[in-house]
C-alpha cells in the first residue's frame, strides 16, 4: 500500500525538483554571464555586450517564469544591470526606477541607485543624476564614484566653473588613486577648453611624470606635444615627441605630422616637405596633404597645389580636410586661371572665402583659423552679401567659443558697417538679451 502510494507521488516530487533545478540553473547562468561580461569590461570598453545579452536572456526567464521566488529582486536587478552595460539606457531607465520602486529593502539597491543616477548622465539629464548622486555622498561604496561622476556631469554639460570647482573639491578629499589621475585629466582638458593652454600642460606634464606607459598615455604625451607647440615652445614640443618610441604606428604618424609643423614653424620647409609625403595614411595623411597643398599655394606652386587638393577631394573624401580642400580648390582657380574659364565663371569669390571659414569653424572646430578666414571676407570682399554674415561669425565664435571680450566690438563694428543686415538686426536682437540679462543680476 505504501509502495503503490509512492509511485503515485514519485512522479511529482520528481517534477517539483527538476523544476526547482531548472529554475536555479537558469538564475545561476544569468549571474555567470554577467560577471563574465563584467571581466570582459574591465579590459576594453563594449567588449561585454554579448555576455550581458545572454544574461540578460535568463534574467528575464527568471522574472517571468518565477516571480514568487527568493531571488526575484536578484533578476530584476540583473535586467537593469545588463541594460545598463549594455548602453541601452532608456530601458535600463526604466528598469532601475521600477527596481527602486518595488524592492527598496533589496541588499542591491545602493548599488541600482548609483547606476540609475549614472544612467540619467548618460541620457543627459545631468541635474536630476546629480541630484541622486548627491544622496549617495555618505555611502562607504559609492561616495568616491558618486563625488566624481557628479563633477564629471558637469564637464559633459560644458559648465566649466562648476566642473573645475568640483573635480579639485574631489582631489582635496581623494588625492591618491585612480580616479585622483583621471580628475587631473579631466582638469587639463576643463582648462584647455577654457583657454588656459598653460595651466593645461602643467597638469598633463604632473599627471605623465607618474603615469604608466601604455597607448592612452602616449596619446596624452602627444597632445602635450601639441600644446608645446601652439604656445610656441618649440624645443620642448620635440623634447617631449622624443619620449613617444615607436610603438604605435597611428601616434607615429601623428608625431610626424607635428614634427613637419614645427619644422615650418622655424623655417625649414624642405625637411617638413619631406616628413608631409612620407605620412602613410589615415587622417594624418589627409592633414599632411592639405598643409602641402597649401605649402604649394603660398609658394606659387599653382599645379602642384591644385594636383593636392584634388588628390584631397578625390582619394580622402570621407576626411575632414576633404571639403576644406574642395573650398580652396576653388578659390585658388578663381584667383589663377582666366576670368573667363568654364571651371570660374560661377564661381563667387566672397562666397567661397565664407563657406571655407565656416567648414574651419564646423567640419574642424579649429576656431582660431576660422577668425582668419572670416577675416578674408570682409577685407577682400567688403561690399559683398558675405561681409555681414563672416563678421556676425567673428563675434559669435569669440563670444561662445573662445569667450573672448572682443565679441561685442565685433558686434559693434557689424551695427556700424551694416545697419541694414539681417545679421545686424541679429546683433541688435543678442546685444539687448545680453543688456537685460545684465541688469537683472
Same mark, same amino acid.
Given at each position: ?36 561580461g ?33 531571488w ?20 535600463a ?9 518595488h ?74 588613486? +585612480? ?5 587631473? %585629466?579631466?582638469? !587639463?582638458? /576643463? &582648462? @584647455? =577648453?577654457? #583657454? *588656459?593652454?598653460?595651466? $593645461? ?11 604608466e ?36 604606428? +597611428? ?5 610626424? %605630422?607635428l614634427? !613637419?609643423? /614645427? &619644422? @615650418? =614653424?622655424? #623655417? *625649414?620647409?624642405?625637411? $617638413? ?59 585658388l ?6 576670368? *573667363? ?89 543678442l ?11
Amino acid at each position: 500500500m505504501i509502495r503503490s502510494g509512492l509511485r503515485r507521488i514519485l512522479p511529482l516530487i520528481i517534477l517539483v525538483l527538476s523544476s526547482g533545478c531548472a529554475y536555479f540553473n537558469t538564475f545561476y547562468n544569468a549571474k555567470r554571464y554577467y560577471k563574465e561580461g563584467l571581466k570582459y569590461e574591465e579590459s576594453k570598453k563594449g567588449s561585454g555586450k554579448a555576455q550581458f545579452k545572454k544574461s540578460l536572456e535568463k534574467a528575464v526567464i527568471v522574472a517571468r517564469d518565477y516571480p514568487d521566488s527568493r531571488w526575484i529582486d536578484d533578476a530584476f536587478f540583473l535586467i537593469a544591470m545588463n541594460y545598463y552595460w549594455m548602453e541601452n539606457y532608456e530601458k535600463a531607465h526604466n528598469q532601475f526606477e521600477g527596481f527602486l520602486e518595488h524592492f527598496s529593502d533589496s541588499p542591491f539597491t545602493e548599488e541600482a541607485r548609483y547606476h540609475y543616477a549614472l544612467t540619467l548622465t548618460e541620457l543627459k539629464q545631468y541635474s536630476e543624476g546629480r541630484l541622486v548622486l548627491q544622496q549617495m555622498f555618505d555611502s562607504k561604496r559609492f561616495r568616491r564614484g558618486a563625488r566624481f561622476r557628479w563633477a564629471l556631469a558637469f564637464k559633459e554639460e560644458e559648465d566649466w566653473d562648476a566642473a573645475r570647482s568640483a573635480f579639485k573639491e574631489f582631489l582635496d578629499r581623494y588625492p591618491q588613486g +585612480d580616479l585622483a589621475s583621471d580628475t587631473r %585629466l579631466h582638469l !587639463a582638458e /576643463i &582648462e @584647455l =577648453a577654457g #583657454g *588656459d593652454t598653460l595651466s $593645461a600642460i602643467n597638469t598633463y606634464e604632473r599627471y605623465l611624470k607618474r603615469a604608466e606607459t601604455s597607448k592612452e598615455n602616449f596619446e596624452r604625451l602627444l597632445t602635450l606635444a601639441e600644446l608645446h607647440y601652439l604656445q610656441k615652445d618649440y624645443v620642448t614640443a620635440r623634447r617631449t615627441l622624443r619620449k613617444i618610441n615607436g610603438r604605435y604606428r +597611428d601616434i607615429d604618424e601623428r608625431s610626424d %605630422l607635428l614634427t !613637419a609643423k /614645427i &619644422e @615650418l =614653424a622655424e #623655417g *625649414d620647409s624642405s625637411q $617638413a616637405e619631406k616628413l608631409l609625403a612620407q605620412i602613410p595614411s589615415g587622417n594624418s595623411r589627409a592633414e599632411a596633404f592639405f598643409i602641402l597643398a597649401n605649402l604649394y599655394e603660398v609658394q606659387g606652386e599653382y599645379d602642384l597645389a591644385l594636383a593636392y587638393y584634388d588628390t584631397l577631394t578625390s582619394r580622402e573624401r570621407r576626411s575632414d580636410y576633404a571639403a576644406l580642400a574642395e573650398r580652396k580648390k576653388t578659390l585658388l582657380q578663381a584667383r589663377v586661371l582666366e576670368p *573667363d574659364s568654364a571651371d570660374t565663371t560661377e564661381v563667387d569669390p566672397a562666397k567661397e572665402q565664407f563657406l571655407l571659414a565656416q567648414t574651419y569653424l564646423l567640419s574642424l572646430g579649429d576656431f582660431e583659423r576660422a577668425l582668419e578666414e572670416y577675416a578674408k571676407v570682409i577685407d577682400e570682399y567688403p561690399e559683398s552679401e558675405y561681409a555681414p554674415k563672416a563678421l556676425y561669425g567673428m563675434a559669435w565664435l569669440r563670444r561662445y567659443r573662445l569667450n573672448d571680450t572682443l565679441w561685442h566690438e565685433e558686434f559693434e563694428r557689424l551695427l556700424e558697417l551694416y545697419p541694414e543686415s539681417k545679421e545686424a538686426k541679429d546683433a541688435r536682437e543678442l546685444l539687448g538679451d545680453e543688456e537685460v540679462s545684465s541688469d537683472s543680476t
